[in-house]
């Protein structure tokens, strides 16, 4: 057992980084946690922990990934919001609660629209909004240590007048003239430690860092030091146990940390000192408390926004010539057609350059297209999971084309087909084929100029996969083992002979498991890999954790699942093609001199 539990963090040093973070954060944030509990304020600290998206939204538009930009972006957003909320409480008779609200949804819906802004950004912003724990570096650690000890010293100066406040509020107005500036300095804590455990976790998890382990706490003590100490003790052994039952298991971190304190919740609840079974042998027969739940339902809005969106296409439409209406699902497809229809096609890319169709979330303006499109193609294999939604939305008519259909798929470990068939030259010509043959279907009279393209370019693809054979023969097999941040290259590399690691799966939808990482660094070793990449739509941030860890260099950026800008270096399927290649034959190369 103490093997099991000590061995990840011996091992690896991403592990003990995501551990003194986790600790980092415990320290500030479950005290924290116990004065907004005491003060009724759990579910406010909830809405400022995603108060916090516009202005880390608006920091990563500017500066990327910046530690110091997201940092500053999230203190900016989350104090405007907790500041001004409070303000407008203690000037207007308007509850706390409500003020907060109200705050909140505003800050909310900015953060989205911002977000929207962004949307042909290189990494998804998801992947930053939820946190990457096991990507805690240097500089991050600093970051959490300076807050963690800013937030204790702070609390030890403000402790009587926050006692104070969560006791009778009202007496320390009538006493003293610091009651506001306790009140606000407070807040000012609390955003500060949600910015820490963003970082880490994500805005959805930093707050149950802060709250799961307070409320706990007053299970188990009744003096407000002892519950402190509690608190603190639970948010450090659930993040212990949880960064370990996501090692062995191969969960993702953050939301296994914040179940493993919830798992210490509901055992508290029941056995703790104050818990059910306690009351119950104290107070036989006494009723428990009820909880007050409410629920907040998304209304299906699609339909009525697309019907406005469709409006207005039709008018505008009506001026148009008339051409064949292709919508194609993202940016590779989106190529083909391109070359293929020439000036007979109006094509719509859903998910353009650099975009990433895995977390893709449509549009009401995307229904509408498709409402209109004579002819839609889609890749298939399980890569648009969003699409059938869309379709009903939209309510659309148009011929449909799997472009992967009739090609035999690769399977992960667990059979799930991979759907980034076009990395294999062959597969390419099998779906310009059948490209052509949906827009012959809609387009008879066109068809002559669709099957001329269609074999124009499926020649230049056949001389393409030639010359790029070629330069990756050049290379020794045995040195073929490059490293990248998902499993979207399986396909090239059986067609070239190369072999590609990834931390995470199929999709970019879910974030790597301390287990993956620690696999990928064991065969890194094991395997001798010679180069490792980052991709135009992944978080960078674990694929450099893992160059850290294993002292392998970047070779530079693949395009996977997205073309990149027009004025990229992969703005078309063929130049993707020669880009990747060339990327990756110049990094082994660049490893081993002379091949």
Same mark, same amino acid.
């Given at each position: 057992m103490f093997d099991w539990c000590v061995e990840p963090f011996l091992h690896y040093g991403f592990m003990r980084h995501a551990l003194a973070g986790c600790l980092l954060i415990a320290i500030g944030g479950a005290p924290v946690g116990v004065f907004l509990t005491l003060r009724h304020m759990s579910l406010v600290g909830d809405a400022m922990a995603h108060a916090l998206l516009p202005g880390v939204a608006t920091a990563y538009l500017i500066a990327g990934l910046s530690l110091s930009a997201l940092t500053l972006g999230g203190i900016v957003g989350g104090t405007v919001v907790a500041l001004g909320?409070?303000?407008?409480?203690?000037?207007?008779?308007? *509850?706390?609660? !409500?003020?907060?609200?109200?705050?909140?949804?505003?800050?909310?819906a900015s953060g989205v629209l911002i977000m929207s802004l962004g949307g042909s950004s290189n990494v998804d912003l998801n992947h930053v909004l939820f946190g990457?724990?096991?990507?805690?570096?240097?500089?991050?650690?600093?970051?959490?240590?300076?807050?963690?000890? *800013?937030?204790?010293?702070?609390?030890a100066l403000l402790y009587r007048p926050l006692v104070l406040e969560c006791v009778d509020a009202q007496f320390l107005r009538t006493v003293s003239n610091?009651?506001?500036?306790?009140h606000h300095l407070f807040l000012v804590l609390v955003v500060v430690n949600l910015v820490a455990g963003f970082q880490a976790l994500g805005t959805l998890m930093a707050i149950g860092l802060m709250i799961l382990p307070a409320v706990t706490a007053r299970l188990w003590a009744q003096r407000l030091e002892s519950i402190i100490a509690v *608190?603190?003790?639970?948010?450090?052994?659930?993040?212990?146990?949880?960064?370990?039952?996501?090692?062995?298991?191969?969960?993702?971190?953050?939301?296994?940390?914040?179940?493993?304190?919830?798992?210490?919740?509901?055992?508290?609840?029941?056995?703790?000192?104050?818990?059910?079974?306690?009351?119950?042998?104290? !107070?036989?027969?006494?009723?428990?408390?009820?909880?007050?739940?409410?629920?907040m339902i998304r209304l299906p809005v699609l339909f009525l926004a697309a019907s406005l969106a469709t409006a207005s296409h039709?008018? #505008?439409?009506?001026?148009e010539t008339h051409a064949v209406d292709v919508v194609a699902t993202f940016s590779?497809?989106?190529?083909?057609?391109?070359?293929?229809?020439? +000036?007979?096609?109006?094509l719509s890319t859903l998910v353009g350059p650099d975009s990433d169709a895995h977390v893709y979330e449509p549009s009401p303006a995307d229904a509408a297209r498709l409402a209109h499109a004579d002819l839609l193609i889609v890749n298939g294999l399980g890569f648009e999971g969003w699409l059938d939604r869309l379709i009903r939305a939209s309510g659309t008519h148009a011929h449909q084309v799997v472009a992967s259909d009739g090609i035999q798929p690769r399977r992960n470990a667990r059979g799930t087909p991979d759907p980034h068939a076009w990395h294999d030259i062959d597969n390419a010509i099998h779906y310009v084929g059948q490209i052509e043959a949906g827009l012959c279907k809609v387009d008879a009279e066109g068809c002559p100029l669709y099957k001329s393209n269609a074999q124009a370019y499926v020649d230049e693809l056949r001389s393409l996969d030639a010359q790029l054979k070629a330069q990756v023969n050049r290379i020794p097999i045995s040195q073929r083992v490059v490293v990248t941040p998902h499993d979207a290259f399986e396909y090239l590399g059986a067609a070239f002979g190369i072999r590609f690691l990834a931390p995470l799966?199929?999709?970019? #939808?879910?974030?790597?498991?301390?287990?993956?990482?620690?696999?990928?660094?064991e065969s890194i070793r094991g395997l001798n890999a010679n180069a490792l990449f980052i991709e135009n739509i992944a978080d960078p941030r674990v694929i450099e954790q893992i160059a850290r860890e294993s002292n392998l260099p970047s070779g530079g950026t693949?395009?996977? +699942?997205?073309?990149s800008s027009s004025n990229g270096p992969a703005p078309t399927y063929v130049a993707m093609m020669r880009h990747n290649v060339a990327t990756i034959v110049a990094a082994l190369s660049a490893r081993h001199p002379g091949t």
């Open positions: 909320s409070s303000l407008v409480t203690r000037r207007l008779s308007i *509850a706390e609660a !409500e003020s907060f609200a109200a705050f909140y949804l505003i800050a909310l990457s724990v096991l990507a805690i570096d240097q500089p991050m650690l600093q970051l959490m240590f300076a807050i963690a000890t *800013a937030t204790v010293l702070a609390l610091l009651s506001p500036v306790v *608190a603190v003790a639970i948010a450090m052994g659930g993040s212990g146990i949880g960064l370990v039952v996501s090692y062995h298991l191969g969960t993702p971190s953050g939301p296994t940390i914040v179940l493993a304190i919830g798992a210490v919740h509901l055992f508290s609840l029941v056995f703790a000192t104050r818990g059910l079974l306690a009351r119950r042998l104290q !107070e036989a027969g006494s009723s428990m408390t009820r909880h007050a739940r409410r629920s039709d008018t #505008e439409a009506a001026a590779v497809l989106g190529d083909w057609v391109r070359v293929i229809g020439g +000036d007979r096609v109006s799966g199929l999709s970019t #939808e879910s974030d790597a498991s301390a287990l993956d990482i620690a696999a990928i660094v693949l395009y996977g +699942d997205a073309l």
